[in-house]
């Protein structure tokens, strides 16, 4: 990161320590000065702006701010707006470092086993509900789905109703 006065060692103290945003104290991070206005930060979350509300808060203001990794998954030779695919051992690292990690979203269910007699339903194709089922945009009319294409008839369109009718 590169700042707009000279980095102090209060000023590195401070955002090692933490430092109060969003109504909350941000974890501790490691932070190193590079040059009398250039010092690396590592966090440990990543909060909405964070870095430049932690320098503000402490009255300096980012000039530039380039990120290197993501975790486990260096950002080297990338260009401003490309991508490029995880590699398994990225997959793998990044899985291992985020399996304990809180989380806002609701835990996978197990599947019930299916009622002796029943077989167990194949999986839906398309997106997911929390609950499993198919997503909304996914789901088709009972009757739209059992007909085979070929024999549904075409809808018919809606006849214009006519002034003065009620009905």
Aim: proline share 7%.
């Amino acid at each position: 990161m590169t700042v707009d006065k000279p980095i102090t060692d209060d000023f590195i103290a401070g955002m090692q320590q933490g430092v109060p945003i969003l109504g909350q104290v941000t974890k501790r991070c490691q932070v190193s000065r590079e040059s009398t206005f250039v010092f690396t930060i590592t966090l440990v979350q990543g909060l909405n702006r964070q870095i430049r509300r932690m320098c503000e808060y402490f009255g300096y203001e980012v000039t530039q701010l380039i990120r290197t990794r993501i975790m486990n998954i260096s950002l080297k030779g990338l260009a401003l707006g490309d991508w490029r695919d995880l590699t398994p051992k990225e997959i793998d690292t990044l899985i291992a470092l985020t399996r304990d990690s809180g989380s806002e979203a609701e835990p996978e269910r197990t599947p019930k086993r299916a009622r002796s007699g029943n077989a167990a339903k194949p999986a839906a194709k398309g997106r997911q509900s929390a609950g499993g089922k198919p997503h909304a945009k996914d789901r088709r009319p009972v009757a739209e789905s059992l007909a085979p294409r070929a024999s549904r008839a075409p809808m018919a369109k809606p006849v214009p109703r006519q002034a003065g009718r009620q009905g």
